[in-house]
């Protein structure tokens, strides 16, 4: 599996981008993925995920604002990220674990897009 992150850019405070990860060859159904993001000089954070069987999981600093989804027909999964904060700041990644379920930790996920840059302003 291979993932290639898009939609990033810069936004005010309050807007709105929407990132995809392109997944190839395909999606799988036995595969949960997820969504990161880095800041340099920080960890990187997990943002939220959504398993094969469609659970979904966020974490707290983005509950109510960001929305994950998946199109298995498109081969794309999805970060809808409304009220933006300077906070989100950062590079945004995609990740793949092959497993039906998962955790939001970040060794858990062992194939990883290249990172979209999203940049809030005030």
């Known amino acids: 599996v291979q993932l290639a992150e898009s939609g990033g850019g810069s936004v005010q405070a309050g807007g709105s981008l929407r990132l995809s990860c392109a997944v190839s060859?395909?999606?799988?159904?036995?595969?949960?993925w997820a969504w990161f993001r880095q800041v340099p000089g920080k960890e990187r954070e997990g943002v939220g995920y959504i398993t094969s069987v469609g659970t979904i999981r966020y974490a707290q600093s983005v509950q109510g604002r960001f929305t994950i989804s998946k199109d298995n027909a498109k081969n794309t999964l999805y970060l809808e990220m409304n009220s933006l904060k300077l906070d989100d700041t950062a590079t945004y990644y995609c990740a793949a674990h092959d497993k039906a379920v998962c955790q939001l930790r970040e060794d858990l996920f062992s194939t990883w897009g290249p990172g979209t840059q999203v940049t809030v302003a005030s």
């Open positions: 060859p395909y999606t799988t159904e036995s595969y949960s």
